[in-house]
């Protein structure tokens, strides 16, 4: 097991958080999320991501708060993050989503980021 000493604990919270934000958002308030994002075609599909990234953000948490980050949660968490940061980028570069998804992007290679530096301080200990 991963101890929260690592860092983990706070990148785990992180995107706990964020992920949460975003997939209730997306269910709660899909006029201002269009707004910001762009029109969408199909709202139920936003909304499957929606409940998907908060079940990921409530694992990903609920890993942190127990202290019970594993090598899979770190998996779950950095490998959504580097899934949703690849689809990002991929469909702003063709023009079929909003730009403002990069700012989304940045987001999930911070995290990703954030879990690296606490692996890397997990191996000095």
């Known amino acids: 097991m991963i101890h929260n000493d690592s860092g983990y604990g706070k990148a785990g919270l992180a995107q706990a958080i964020y992920y949460i934000a975003t997939g209730v958002w997306s269910l709660v308030g899909i006029r201002s999320f269009q707004a910001v994002t762009g029109p969408k ?14 079940v990921i953000g409530g694992v990903v948490g609920m890993a942190s708060v127990r202290k019970a980050e594993t090598l899979e949660i770190a998996l779950l968490a950095t490998g959504s993050a580097a899934g949703l940061a690849g689809i990002d980028v991929v469909y702003v570069a063709r023009g079929r989503i909003s730009r403002v998804y990069l700012l989304d992007a940045l987001a999930e290679l911070l995290l990703i980021a954030w879990w690296g530096l606490a692996w890397l301080r997990k191996r000095e200990t």
Do not use: A, H, N
Request: hydrophobic fraction near 65%; charged fraction near 15%; proline fraction near 0%.
């Open 41 to 54: 075609i199909d709202t139920w599909l936003v909304k499957t991501v929606g409940v998907l990234v908060m």
